[in-house]
């Protein structure tokens, strides 16, 4: 948020007086505020404004489902502040959501270029998810690692982003199987975390990344097969033709 939209925002509150029991005028402005923002907001039973930022992550609804709407106007006021940097990481956690990683990286380096001025544990986040990103989209090793190794504490991260980048570096780094095995071990502990929206899109995603490696598994068995057997075809039909006349089957 930039320090006119600021002012703006106070200037409007601050032009309604408020005393104990008569702050309804206030109350009305802050509540069309969020609504002008698309800010999820709600009264409790004692009159006051509840705003939640962040709802639809909270509420464990989808990334590719989040309001395009909502997304453009948290980006709207670009500048140097943690809040165009969280703006452009939920922006690509949408796009990438989606699968649209063209849109994703632009998003991702956008908050990567506001590292800079960003507390340690989210600008390790950031970096983590860059080599999530790099490891498991672009199948990219050596930038997945670069990525992983600008982790300041990669100690403290917590265990299971920990063991998702371990399975996406593995991946990337030619050990499918071995990235498979992880992931399914990655998902039971998932399973095992309290009832909640975190759990349901953290085990959403894993789903997700299992389908992916199963099909592209599937796929590469396929290819290897059929190259084998180009392979190992024409060498079987000159044998068959070069074969003594008592030993050829005989033609249909």
């Not at 380096?109 to 600008?123: I, Q, T, V």
């Not at 190794?149 to 403290?156: D, V």
């Amino acid at each position: 948020m930039t320090s006119q939209v600021l002012c703006t925002l106070a200037a409007r509150l601050m032009r309604h007086p408020a005393a104990p029991y008569h702050e309804h005028a206030v109350r009305g402005e802050v509540e069309a505020i969020c609504a002008e923002h698309g800010l999820d907001f709600h009264r409790d039973p004692w009159g006051n404004v509840i705003v939640r930022l962040q709802s639809a992550l909270d509420s464990g609804l989808p990334a590719q489902e989040w309001d395009e709407k909502t997304i453009a106007q948290a980006l709207g006021d670009a500048d140097e502040s943690q809040d165009t940097v969280a703006a452009n990481w939920l922006a690509y956690l949408w796009a990438g959501g989606r699968h649209d990683l063209t849109v994703a990286t632009r998003y991702l380096e956008e908050a990567l270029k506001g590292s800079a001025f960003c507390p340690d544990f989210l600008r390790d986040r950031l970096f983590l998810e860059a080599a999530v990103f790099q490891a498991w989209f672009r199948h990219n090793s050596s930038r997945g690692e670069f990525w992983a190794a600008q982790i300041a504490r990669r100690g403290w991260l917590p265990p299971l982003q920990s063991r998702r980048l371990e399975i996406a570096l593995r991946w990337a780094g030619g050990t499918p199987f071995n990235a498979w095995e992880m992931l399914n071990s990655y998902l039971s502990s998932v399973r095992e975390l309290p009832q909640g929206p975190v759990r349901d899109l953290t085990e959403r995603e894993a789903m997700e990344w299992k389908t992916q490696m199963e099909s592209r598994m599937l796929t590469r068995a396929w290819r290897s097969m059929y190259s084998l057997s180009s392979q190992l075809e024409p060498s079987a039909l000159r044998a068959a033709f070069d074969a003594p006349e008592k030993h050829k089957m005989a033609s249909w």
